[in-house]
């Protein structure tokens, strides 16, 4: 049964107001909004489908071996608030293209402090439609703080003294189109026209047999008219081996039929833009006319285009007090971190990059991700490649370079983690994903769907099957790999999360001079093991330089009418560079009664300490 899915039809409809042609695609490119338009009627119906990975294990009980839909996101994060109402405030941080909202929670002890006054990390996920792992750890990292706050000493001071920010759901309208429908898609819903023959969304995907996944059609064309093979390693006939034109007997396509005729299969579905690709940081053009420059596939119209993205990058702006990033993808297991147009040591303070060298290794040792390491070169030569390959407009360049923070991307979930080499031929493949799905508990029959054979209404006698799409090649299947794909994650957040900056003050004290006068000291430390500042920070004035300041009370005055009573207090220093990471302040005044210090750190708190003056 085919359903509109709720708000996309709206989309439709914003998107061609006022438009009347239909474009060609020597137009070249024209932001989203002028373009000529015509809608493709095909793709405002999809499929939809109740997944049994959506399901909780008990309902009214949170678990991390299920994948929540929008309203169970929704539910946990209210259940929270009026459970935790000290700890838990929740809000929309923005709306998303279709209107829903972007829910996000603030965790912090309320009674210690306001939360802009406390260092602070935030927590995003599920940017990407069909990431969808990535949400259940954020859910879960917020669930490990909430229920370990008073239990957990360490975690009860992370409360205390700092403020945690969680965005479980960052692209709503494209993760909830993959929940409950059989597209694959990885944008929003903004309806973008994938293969230039002015109509969007006109080829999505289909399933063909009912399964509730669009997966793969393989058809025999005979004897070198191919680029498949049946793989020869496989006795059981169902895995393909790709030999080039001209070399096979199969050829192996998108499941689904062509809707625009062009002779291929899904390459305009519903959406295409990318979020990762919208921040301002090195943002580029998808088409530029001169051939000269650099372009970006689904970078969007202009930076912050999407109001998705637009809402993340606002929101760290009007909160400078985060140091601390975490934006999770998946299905690379990797710690992924800036930065993403050049090598780390290129562009890079090397006082900044040792911090995240520390991470990368400190994070391989908590999950067992085996790489670690910057977009651009880490990642790009990961499976034995040398050259780098830049992204544009991507976020962990934004966050490093214009919002100076340790900014990690993780990618959770890696299939190939949780491969052994079942037949014992020396090599962990294929094969043994197979014996995985014929064979081992809990997964069994749900990884791969052996070919059936299908009449198909272009193509004639076709075979559909092949691998899960969601949860096998993108996502971890619901249940105990999925949990341990959380938790591995979460032990790096919580790292990350202990890692903040945290000035404090260590010791005051008066001494008396002969004059009568006394003078008051008072000696700050910063106790976080990052600096609270990181010099690409103090590079762009993301944040302002710390102050010590005194406040006196009747009876006290300061003996110079020209002295200040705030002063610069400058930044401190981190665990790895001890310069300047304890500092101490004075004040010589005149009189009896209390003096209050107040130190102010952007990233790093404020702190207020009480000094009573006696004649």
């Known amino acids: 049964m085919k359903r509109l899915v709720p708000g996309l039809f709206a989309t439709f409809l914003l998107t061609q107001a006022g438009v009347a042609s239909a474009a060609s695609s020597s137009e070249g490119y024209l932001p989203f909004l002028q373009r000529p338009f015509v809608p493709a009627q095909a793709a405002l119906q999809v499929e939809q489908h109740a997944y049994p990975e959506t399901k909780p294990l008990q309902t009214g009980t949170f678990d991390i071996q299920h994948y929540p839909t929008y309203d169970e996101v929704q539910y946990w994060l209210e259940k929270w608030a009026k459970q935790y109402p000290g700890l838990v405030e929740l809000y929309s941080a923005g709306k998303s293209l279709e209107g829903r909202g972007i829910w996000q929670i603030t965790i912090t002890n309320k009674k210690s402090g306001k939360p802009t006054e406390k260092p602070a990390m935030w927590v995003g996920a599920n940017r990407h439609s069909g990431e969808v792992t990535t949400r259940v750890a954020a859910l879960h990292f917020a669930q490990t703080l909430l229920t370990k706050y008073g239990k957990d000493p360490e975690i009860t001071r992370l409360l205390d003294s700092g403020t945690f920010y969680v965005r479980p759901v960052e692209n709503p309208d494209g993760s909830e189109l993959y929940l409950n429908t059989i597209q694959t898609n990885r944008s929003t819903n903004r309806p973008f026209d994938n293969d230039g023959d002015g109509v969007m969304d006109d080829d999505p995907a289909e399933d063909l047999d009912s399964d509730g996944y669009s997966r793969q059609i393989r058809q025999y064309v005979g004897t070198g008219k191919g680029n498949y093979i049946k793989d020869p390693s496989d006795s059981s006939g169902r895995l393909m081996k790709q030999v080039g034109e001209g070399n096979g007997d199969f050829r192996v396509l998108s499941e689904g039929i062509d809707n625009d005729g062009?002779?291929?299969?899904?390459?305009?579905?519903?959406?295409?833009?990318?979020?990762?690709?919208?921040?301002p940081e090195n943002w580029r053009p998808m088409t530029e006319e001169t051939g000269m420059g650099w372009t970006q596939g689904g970078a969007g119209e202009?930076?912050?285009?999407?109001?998705?993205?637009?809402?993340?990058?606002?929101f760290l702006l009007d909160n400078p007090n985060i140091s601390v990033v975490e934006t999770m993808d998946t299905s690379v297991p990797m710690h992924l971190r800036p930065p993403s147009t050049s090598k780390s040591e290129e562009s890079m303070f090397p006082e900044d990059l040792k911090y995240y060298r520390h991470f990368d290794k400190k994070g391989q040792e908590l999950s067992g991700y085996p790489w670690a390491g910057d977009v651009y070169y880490t990642y790009s030569t990961r499976n034995g490649g040398t050259e780098g390959t830049p992204l544009f407009g991507h976020s962990p360049d934004w966050g490093y370079f214009q919002y100076g923070t340790i900014w990690y991307g993780d990618e959770l979930w890696g299939k190939q983690e949780y491969v052994e080499d079942y037949n014992g031929d020396g090599k962990k493949d294929e094969l043994d994903q197979l014996w995985m799905n014929d064979h081992l508990q809990g997964v069994k029959g749900k990884l791969f769907q052996n070919w059936k054979a299908i009449e198909h209404p272009q193509l004639g006698k076709v075979e559909v099957g092949g691998w899960n799409p969601k949860f096998w090649n993108q996502n971890a299947p619901a249940g105990p790999m999925l949990q341990k794909a959380v938790e591995k994650q979460t032990g790096f957040n919580l790292e990350l999360a202990k890692s903040l900056p945290m000035v404090a003050v260590k010791d005051t004290s008066v001494k008396k001079n002969a004059d009568g006068t006394s003078t008051i000291n008072v000696t700050v430390a910063n106790e976080g093991?990052?600096?609270?500042?990181?010099?690409?920070?103090?590079?762009v004035k993301i944040v302002r330089k710390g102050t010590a300041a005194i406040d006196l009370s009747e009876g006290l005055t300061l003996s110079d009418?020209?002295?200040?009573?705030?002063l610069d207090a400058g930044f401190f220093g981190g665990a790895l560079d001890e310069e300047e990471r304890v500092k101490t302040f004075s004040w010589t005044v005149k009189g009896s009664g209390k003096a209050t210090v107040t130190i102010r750190s952007t990233r790093g708190g404020t702190v207020t300490v009480d000094v009573p003056i006696h004649n």
Do not use: C
């Open 302 to 314: 202009y930076p912050l285009s999407e109001p998705e993205m637009r809402s993340v990058v606002l």
């Open 561 to 566: 009418e020209n002295a200040k009573p705030t």
């Open 262 to 279: 062009d002779g291929k299969f899904n390459e305009d579905g519903i959406g295409g833009l990318d979020l990762h690709r919208n921040y």
């Open 529 to 539: 093991f990052l600096p609270d500042a990181l010099k690409q920070a103090w590079l």
